[in-house]
């Protein structure tokens, strides 16, 4: 069954092939990181004009390099939400369109949902050529494939889901089924890493600024907070990290460089880390699943895999992390969850709107 995944929820314009939910055959992301860079985040009208000027030749690349014309497609899946909402109405309509022109079934998917598929996805492609619309992938490079384990995980599983937008801990009893065990009640984790960065004057996006400077640094010169509200619940808190961050910088006359720069970055990191490894322990404790699945953009992050994987090791659970470029946003992961709701009959009506707050 071959499906095509479009993703356009934010600031990346993605499409791709998978062949049964499982095998890429093409993975298209053009990024628009340094459109928005100028402006230190995303600015979704700007977004949106990128989404309708690049999505065409995106999907057109995403069948090319599949070695397919869209006429063998057997279905297409697209993010509904959540996300800005001109963002994924380009995604969306371009979808439509398609369906209606190609008489093909159309399926929405949610992007949470897209970011637990990750998982199960496996051969990632050759690198697209160069002058190809596909950007470079935000995240380390791809000399760090992490700790890939080949087939995903059974279920029931737990996942810990960390991107720009949200924090959570999940338990998947299958696709589309899903039960929030636990939620930031503030910033998602990686929002937290973009607003440090930019108090550091990293630019957009911070997360991966730091990622590559803590590497270099050492994760104790600098005292930051652990924020553990209520130890035994799943829930977390970045907002008190990220003020500390801030009283701290603001109490020097000048911003860190250099390696003062790189043990700040490594400490800021270790206590997000930190936090997300204490609280992934209690959730793999209290619920006795034994298998984590760690997902969305911040699971990119080096820190957060070594750190979990670590944990894992240590008291027994499995930890599932997809390679950097399937943790950030693409529509491999979206093909991968659309193809299980096609599977099981689902199809979305040519009237299918978007939602920017979609819930899982
Ligand atoms: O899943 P994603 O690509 O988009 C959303 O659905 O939000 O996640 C983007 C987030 C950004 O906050 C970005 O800074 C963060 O993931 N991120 C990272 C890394 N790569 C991306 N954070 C820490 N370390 C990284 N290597
Ligand atoms: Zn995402």
């Not at 992301?29 to 995303?42: D, E, I, K, N, T």
């Not at 022109?101 to 992007?111: D, I, Q, T």
């Not at 949200?166 to 065990?181: E, N, W």
Request: hydrophobic share 45%; with cysteine; proline share 9%.
């Amino acid at each position: 069954m071959l499906v095509l995944g479009i993703e356009t929820s934010c600031d990346e314009t993605a499409a791709s092939v998978v062949e049964d939910g499982r095998r890429v055959r093409s993975d298209v992301v053009a990024s628009q990181v340094l459109v928005h860079r100028p402006y230190g985040g995303v600015v979704p009208e700007v977004a949106s004009r990128q989404h309708v000027a690049t999505i065409v030749p995106v999907i057109r690349r995403a069948a090319e390099d599949a070695g397919i014309g869209l006429g063998d497609l057997d279905g297409i899946a697209v993010t509904a939400g959540p996300g800005l909402v001109g963002a994924l109405l380009v995604g969306v309509e371009t979808a439509k369109s398609l369906a209606y022109a190609l008489g093909k079934p159309l399926v929405g998917v949610n992007h949470l949902a897209g970011h637990l598929a990750a998982v199960f996805l496996d051969e990632p492609p050759a690198p697209s050529a160069p002058g190809s619309p596909a950007a470079a992938p935000s995240g380390p490079p791809p000399s760090d494939p992490g700790p890939w384990q080949g087939p995903g995980p059974p279920f029931p599983h737990l996942a810990l889901l960390v991107s720009g937008g949200h924090t959570a801990l999940i338990r998947v009893d299958g696709p589309g089924l899903t039960a929030l065990l636990g939620a930031t009640r503030d910033d998602a984790a990686g929002e937290a890493f973009d607003k440090v960065g930019k108090m550091l004057g990293l630019g957009y996006p911070g997360g991966v600024a730091i990622d590559k400077l803590a590497a270099k640094g050492d994760p104790s010169v600098f005292a930051l907070p652990r924020a553990l509200p209520r130890r035994d619940d799943l829930d977390f808190s970045f907002s008190g990290l990220k003020t500390a961050a801030s009283t701290l910088l603001r109490g020097r006359t000048a911003l860190p460089e250099g390696d003062e720069l790189a043990d700040f970055c490594a400490s800021f990191q270790a206590a997000v880390v930190d936090v997300l490894t204490r609280k992934s322990r209690r959730a793999v404790a209290l619920h006795g699943l034994p298998h984590l699945v760690v997902c969305g953009g911040v699971a990119a992050n080096r820190g957060l895999r070594a750190g979990l994987t670590a944990a894992g090791a240590e008291d027994g659970f499995r930890v599932y992390i997809p390679p950097p470029k399937r943790c950030t946003d693409n529509a491999a992961m979206i093909a991968a969850a659309g193809t299980m709701l096609l599977a099981r009959g689902d199809r979305a009506p040519l009237d299918l709107s978007v939602d920017p707050g979609l819930p899982l």
